[in-house]
């Protein structure tokens, strides 16, 4: 596999077409939800905003799951862990980086960026085409051309503009932020249960924009709610 100075692979035409087209199917076959059927488990916390914005109306949320042993687990944004960790790595190497990113806190973040950098040239190579990731510099050293992404990714909280109660864009306040998208400066951000988030997330790690890069999966077995409790599933009826 040939690659440029900064890890990219040079991947044709045919195989980036075949690379996505795969992302868009289950064996070979339509896309299928692993995981229909499934009863989720959700804490749904109400938080009165003025009680946590003191310090702005910009909030960074994440949670992390613990046990007997400590943290387990931890989220913010969807995916780094498991998409940008290890690739290409024996299983075992892989799974001591996700464990490792698991038990960290968003003030660790520097330790994995260099990792997910290395991550991050493998997703900008699937549409054939290197350097067009949201935030890759073309002006700045191979070595150096992920290390925003990389920077931004590794600090994995979640941002979210409470000023406004706009929600339409999964990275509205990094886009605003970081790529001068004043259309989003109004925009709440988060991740929203109506946001696509997987899809997103992929896209602008392919290709650069919010669009492009599909699971082939188009809704979920019961649509959710970002306003009607208990959000995923259907509301409740009081009794009569």
């Known amino acids: 596999m040939v690659k440029d100075k900064a890890g990219c692979p040079a991947f044709d035409a045919a195989t980036s077409a075949e690379?996505?087209?795969?992302?868009?199917?289950?064996?070979?076959?339509?896309a299928k939800?692993?995981?229909?059927?499934?009863?989720?488990?959700?804490?749904?916390?109400?938080?009165?905003?003025?009680?946590?914005?003191?310090g702005g109306p910009l909030l960074a949320v994440w949670a992390a799951t613990t046990g007997a042993k400590?943290?387990?687990?931890?989220?913010?944004?969807?995916?780094?862990?498991?998409?940008?960790?290890?690739?290409l790595r024996s299983d075992e190497e892989g799974d001591r980086w996700k464990e490792a990113y698991n038990a960290a806190t968003p003030a660790d973040g520097a330790r994995f960026e260099a990792e997910i950098a290395r991550g991050l040239?493998?997703?900008?190579?699937?549409?054939?085409?290197?350097?067009?990731?949201?935030?890759?510099?073309?002006?700045?050293?191979?070595?150096?051309?992920y290390h925003r992404l990389a920077a931004t990714l590794a600090d994995d909280r979640l941002w979210v503009n409470s000023a406004t109660g706009i929600?339409?864009?999964?990275?509205a306040v990094?886009?605003?932020?970081?790529?001068?998208?004043?259309?989003l400066r109004s925009d709440c951000g988060g991740r929203t249960l109506t946001y696509d988030a997987s899809n997103?997330?992929?896209?602008?790690l392919v290709n650069?924009?919010?669009?492009?890069?599909?699971?082939?999966?188009?809704?979920?077995?019961?649509?959710?709610?970002?306003?009607?409790f208990p959000f995923l599933l259907a509301p409740e009826v009081p009794p009569s």
């Open 33 to 54: 939800n692993l995981l229909a059927g499934w009863t989720p488990m959700a804490i749904v916390a109400s938080v009165d905003v003025d009680a946590v914005n003191q």
């Open 19 to 30: 690379i996505l087209d795969k992302w868009r199917h289950t064996d070979g076959g339509p």
């Open 167 to 171: 929600c339409t864009q999964m990275f």
């Open 200 to 204: 997103i997330y992929r896209s602008f």
């Open 70 to 87: 400590g943290q387990v687990d931890r989220a913010g944004r969807p995916l780094t862990g498991n998409a940008l960790l290890g690739q």
């Open 121 to 145: 040239a493998y997703y900008d190579s699937f549409d054939g085409r290197c350097g067009n990731q949201w935030l890759a510099d073309a002006k700045a050293s191979p070595a150096r051309r």
């Open 208 to 228: 650069g924009t919010a669009a492009g890069v599909a699971d082939g999966l188009t809704r979920d077995e019961y649509p959710p709610s970002n306003t009607i």
């Open 174 to 183: 990094e886009l605003a932020a970081l790529s001068d998208e004043r259309a």
